[in-house]
């Protein structure tokens, strides 16, 4: 494996200029956002193979985006933070104790992407529902019950204000100089802008998918419509070996676009470079393990879960709280 290398062009700022968490900032608890109403989804685990089902349920102010294993004694938590990451292949798996979730970047870039700051997510299983290989699901239903935005602890009666339809997704944390971190020619870097914007680039040998880009300004509307829809996607030629190292055993056609040299055995696509809009939704589930998005334009190209989680740790340490 190639070695990881990170590169910064500010060595001023450290650890002791950045919020420890976002929930301690008073102008992060402001205005944050919860679900309005909880919404169930069932279906099976893309590596597992095992059914699952996931409620998404409102949460109290500060509290975060968390998981409840239901399965498990005690119940045990799993927050959706940088801290939990544990390190596997071809998805992003949380860890804490003897509670782990597995696949959870689809949800949680729909709950970061649509506006949801606080979340209980309960699952019955070690691994998140791979629905139909996108987000679209988890945004649909999230749209569907709405948000409530709260500026104060929620009482005991659980009544919350209506949020607004475009909800801000910018954490009150900043990015004052340009940050990247590559691994041979895969990188992730970010660059401070007035606006958040994500670039992802692709490049592989297969004919169907070769060199791919896509590029947005994200907004609720813009990923609810031009990336939650991408699906996951794999090669035909790499199913079996996959599926001997235990990965994959809930793949299907009718879960992931899956690649043959120059064609796709189960067409047709959502978009033409669908495959790069799905790698741009994951960096999008993998930087919500930070909270809130610090503003900036993250360009990626050829990164992993891995490399996107790598890439967030280490940012974090370089943000700043913003000065109002």
């Given at each position: 494996?190639?070695?990881?290398?990170?590169?910064?062009?500010?060595?001023?700022?450290?650890?002791?200029?950045?919020?420890?968490?976002?929930?301690?900032?008073?102008?992060?608890?402001?205005?944050?956002?919860?679900?309005a109403a909880s919404f169930t989804?069932?279906?099976?685990?893309?590596?597992?193979?095992?059914?699952?089902?996931?409620?998404?349920?409102?949460?109290?102010?500060?509290?975060?985006?968390?998981?409840?294993?239901?399965?498990?004694?005690?119940?045990?938590q799993v927050p959706a933070t940088?801290?939990?990451?544990?390190?596997?292949?071809?998805?992003?798996?949380?860890?804490?104790g003897e509670a782990r979730v597995?696949?959870?970047?689809?949800?949680?870039?729909?709950?970061?992407?649509?506006?949801?700051?606080?979340?209980?997510?309960?699952?019955?299983?070690?691994?998140?529902?791979?629905?139909?290989?996108?987000?679209?699901?988890?945004?649909?239903?999230?749209?569907?019950?709405?948000?409530?935005?709260?500026?104060?602890?929620?009482?005991?009666?659980?009544?919350?204000?209506?949020?607004?339809?475009?909800?801000?997704?910018?954490?009150?944390?900043?990015?004052?100089?340009?940050?990247?971190?590559?691994?041979?020619?895969?990188?992730?870097?970010?660059?401070?802008?007035?606006?958040?914007?994500?670039?992802?680039?692709?490049?592989?040998?297969?004919?169907?998918?070769?060199?791919?880009?896509?590029?947005?300004?994200?907004?609720?509307?813009?990923?609810?419509?031009?990336?939650?829809?991408?699906?996951?996607?794999?090669?035909?030629?790499?199913?079996?070996?996959?599926?001997?190292?235990?990965?994959?055993?809930?793949?299907?056609?009718?879960?992931?676009?899956?690649?043959?040299?120059?064609?796709?055995?189960?067409?047709?696509?959502?978009?033409?470079?669908?495959?790069?809009?799905?790698?741009?939704?994951?960096?999008?589930?993998?930087?919500?393990?930070?909270?809130?998005?610090?503003?900036?334009?993250?360009?990626?190209?050829?990164?992993?879960?891995?490399?996107?989680?790598?890439?967030?740790?280490?940012?974090?340490?370089?943000?700043?709280?913003?000065?109002?």
């Open positions: 494996m190639a070695a990881t290398r990170s590169i910064a062009f500010d060595s001023s700022v450290t650890s002791s200029t950045v919020t420890s968490s976002i929930a301690t900032s008073p102008t992060a608890l402001s205005a944050r956002r919860t679900l989804q069932r279906g099976v685990g893309l590596h597992s193979g095992l059914p699952s089902q996931v409620t998404v349920k409102p949460a109290a102010l500060g509290s975060g985006r968390w998981f409840r294993r239901v399965d498990l004694p005690g119940q045990l940088l801290a939990a990451v544990q390190p596997t292949q071809l998805s992003t798996e949380l860890v804490l597995r696949t959870v970047e689809h949800l949680l870039a729909a709950l970061v992407a649509m506006g949801v700051d606080d979340a209980e997510i309960e699952v019955d299983a070690p691994e998140l529902p791979l629905l139909d290989g996108s987000a679209r699901d988890w945004a649909e239903a999230i749209a569907q019950v709405g948000l409530s935005e709260v500026g104060h602890q929620l009482d005991s009666d659980h009544q919350r204000d209506p949020a607004p339809s475009q909800p801000e997704l910018i954490s009150d944390r900043c990015l004052t100089e340009p940050f990247t971190l590559a691994q041979g020619d895969a990188f992730v870097t970010a660059l401070p802008a007035d606006r958040l914007r994500f670039t992802y680039g692709i490049d592989f040998p297969q004919g169907a998918i070769g060199n791919q880009w896509h590029s947005l300004e994200l907004t609720p509307d813009s990923f609810r419509r031009d990336i939650a829809p991408a699906r996951t996607f794999g090669f035909a030629d790499q199913i079996a070996q996959l599926q001997a190292r235990g990965l994959i055993q809930g793949g299907s056609l009718d879960n992931a676009l899956v690649c043959e040299g120059d064609r796709w055995i189960n067409p047709p696509l959502r978009f033409a470079n669908e495959p790069a809009r799905h790698k741009l939704l994951d960096l999008v589930g993998d930087l919500s393990l930070l909270g809130r998005l610090p503003r900036a334009h993250y360009l990626a190209y050829k990164a992993s879960h891995s490399l996107h989680t790598q890439f967030a740790q280490q940012l974090e340490s370089r943000l700043c709280l913003t000065q109002l």
